[in-house]
């Protein structure tokens, strides 16, 4: 049962970025209501290397378009919160949605070549690409296990109210089975973002409960 509701809260991530990856055709569009704090947008940094289908692509964006919220959301009977993180570079059209739960208060380390669905805490990242294909951690049940065979390291390396900072490197797959042949490969090298912490509009996200 958790594994069906992170799967589909991770869907519901992906249709907002397939909405903001097609708003690209105006420039005065933006993903965030941001009427509560005083017409003050905050940019977040993001960067990366992106390989798939023997090309490269360089994502790159400095846009109100990037940033991280916690939100509230139940695990089991319990209310925690949960970190998103979104970052979408207009140019290239790809937008990468990372979710971790419990949200962090301090600097750690995602480690993506151990199983996510542990007891200490649920990661997951998607690459969203402009034909919107989907590429994500490639996990999959097996028994009553789940197996997880992507590899690679999400860093924060700072984390406060306001602002999250970090670094990234992993492998993904367009498949929740790598094994399956047909299965595509991406990779992200070279990782980076500074993103503010900001309210979002709930007809998005849903409700943020800051701290």
């Known amino acids: 049962m958790k594994t069906i509701k992170y799967q589909i809260k991770t869907f519901f991530f992906l249709l907002f970025a397939f909405s903001s990856l097609a708003a690209c055709s105006s420039d005065d569009d933006t993903i ?5 704090n005083d017409g003050d947008l905050v940019e977040g940094l993001a960067s990366a290397e992106i390989t798939v289908d023997n090309e490269t692509i360089q994502f790159s964006s400095k846009s109100e378009d990037n940033f991280a919220g916690v939100m509230k959301t139940k695990m089991g009977e319990e209310e925690i919160d949960q970190l998103v993180i979104v970052m979408v570079d207009k140019d290239s059209e790809v937008a990468i949605i990372s979710q971790a739960l419990p949200a962090p208060n301090s600097p750690i380390d995602y480690d993506l070549s151990k199983v996510g669905f542990g007891n200490d805490y649920f990661f997951t990242t998607d690459v969203v690409l402009d034909d919107s294909k989907v590429y994500s951690m490639g996990s999959y049940q097996q028994g009553d296990e789940i197996a997880l065979q992507s590899e690679g390291l999400f860093q924060i390396t700072s984390v406060s109210k306001d602002n999250i900072k970090g670094t990234f490197k992993m492998t993904l797959y367009n ?6 042949e047909d ?3 991406l990779t992200i090298t070279e990782g980076k973002f500074d993103l ?7 007809g998005d996200l849903g409700d943020l409960d800051l701290d």
Not at 196 to 202: G, L, Q, S
């Open 183 to 185: 299965a595509k490969e």
């Open 196 to 202: 503010p912490i900001k309210e979002i509009d709930e």
């Open 175 to 180: 498949s929740y089975d790598p094994n399956n």
């Open 32 to 36: 965030i209501d941001d009427n509560d």
